[in-house]
């Protein structure tokens, strides 16, 4: 094992030290975000910041730097109040990962990368057609975060899609066989292969697979 | 696809919605969090609540849920500032998982699971040696969620310990190749199998692998 000193981080060339620290956090959610702006033009972005925050209401959370391409999402979001949340799969990522490039506001990452848009009635904001997983989301709370400027988004998940084989009949969606991807550090995307479940802990006996 | 309309989620039964709802954040970051009271006590959580916060200071944030066990893991950063992270591994996961039962307070989950405590010099919280990627982190701040009671805990990152093959040339960890776990839902733990690394992203080009 190597030691690597908080003097040795802060040392680091930035761009070494954004891989470096990203990758610590482990696997992460990948997800493209759809939204709209009050025109009406599409917009999709590739997050790895999304994380649960409760289940009733179904809460979620993502976290924006706001000086990055990730800034339409934002003020799309501020404006119209919702977005949507699609999974990857192994038919997408590359499309999903080049929607992070710089394009310019009025060009949509939809149109650019080939993804399509899909529209559910009464729903604003576009999801992914092609993505298996997705889900509608409302924006409830903005907190900036004073540390260092970024912007902690938490949403309620109202309306889900998904296939119907995939949900197990203890409500557990099996996101393996839905094909959908993690990823790790900025720019690494993988598929699963699962271990267990295991069973829920108790203090007198030992983990089970269910 | 089939529909969960909002409706459908909030007639779900309780551990059948959590189950559905924890599941739909994707693919999630699963750590062992390591903290020691005031007394030197240690103390073991598992946690899929990890996400990055800033490269530059390094910050992470984990969440909360003050009514669970994880209240001993949150009392003890309050008292003692000081927490460690651990990653997963194939050989640790099933004594991570066990961590989540409800222990009284004055048993560690070092010694109730069979994980080794590891110490560094000048740091209080207990570091889990069979992990293979793990890191120090400094309480910086704590942020009530009004929405839901959980609480955010932003933490720096001091001192990092890996092995040194994992680290790329550009700073990327190759947690695949530390054998670090990913988990979904609650319950299930997967190992990866790596994609692709793609460029950064530009516009006018189409994504290339690295």
Same mark, same amino acid.
């Given at each position: 094992?190597?030691?690597?000193?908080?003097?040795?981080?802060?040392?680091?060339?930035?761009?070494?030290?954004?891989?470096?620290?990203?990758?610590?956090?482990?696997?992460?959610?990948?997800? !493209?975000?759809?939204?709209?702006?009050?025109?009406?033009?599409?917009?999709?972005?590739?997050?790895?910041?999304?994380?649960?925050?409760?289940?009733?209401?179904?809460?979620?959370?993502?976290?924006?730097?706001?000086?990055?391409?990730?800034?339409? /999402?934002?003020?799309?979001?501020?404006?119209?109040?919702?977005?949507?949340?699609?999974?990857?799969?192994?038919?997408?990522?590359?499309?999903?990962?080049?929607?992070?490039?710089?394009?310019?506001?009025?060009?949509?990452?939809?149109?650019?990368?080939? !993804?399509?848009?899909?529209?559910?009635?009464?729903?604003?904001?576009?999801?992914?057609?092609?993505?298996?997983?997705?889900?509608?989301?409302?924006?409830?709370?903005?907190?900036?975060?004073?540390?260092?400027?970024?912007?902690?988004?938490?949403?309620?998940? /109202?309306?889900?899609?998904?296939?119907?084989?995939?949900?197990?009949?203890?409500?557990?969606?099996? !996101?393996?066989?839905?094909?959908?991807?993690?990823?790790?550090? !900025?720019?690494?995307?993988?598929?699963?292969?699962?271990?267990?479940?295991?069973?829920?802990?108790?203090?007198?006996?030992?983990?089970?697979?269910?």
């Amino acid at each position: 094992m190597t030691h690597h000193s908080s003097n040795l981080i802060a040392d680091m060339e930035q761009r070494y030290r954004a891989a470096f620290i990203n990758s610590l956090g482990g696997f992460k959610s990948v997800v !493209l975000v759809g939204t709209v702006d009050l025109q009406g033009a599409t917009n999709l972005a590739i997050f790895n910041s999304l994380f649960h925050i409760g289940a009733n209401p179904p809460f979620c959370g993502l976290v924006f730097r706001p000086d990055t391409v990730e800034r339409h /999402t934002l003020s799309n979001i501020i404006s119209t109040g919702v977005y949507t949340i699609n999974h990857l799969n192994e038919r997408i990522y590359k499309k999903a990962h080049q929607t992070s490039a710089r394009y310019p506001k009025d060009q949509s990452e939809f149109e650019a990368t080939g !993804l399509t848009p899909e529209f559910s009635e009464g729903f604003q904001a576009p999801f992914v057609a092609e993505s298996r997983v997705r889900f509608a989301v409302e924006m409830r709370e903005k907190i900036p975060l004073g540390i260092n400027g970024t912007i902690l988004m938490i949403g309620q998940i /109202t309306d889900v899609w998904l296939p119907e084989e995939i949900v197990q009949p203890d409500g557990f969606v099996d !996101l393996e066989q839905a094909g959908t991807l993690t990823c790790s550090g !900025l720019d690494s995307y993988h598929r699963t292969q699962r271990l267990a479940r295991l069973a829920y802990a108790k203090p007198d006996t030992w983990p089970e697979c269910r």
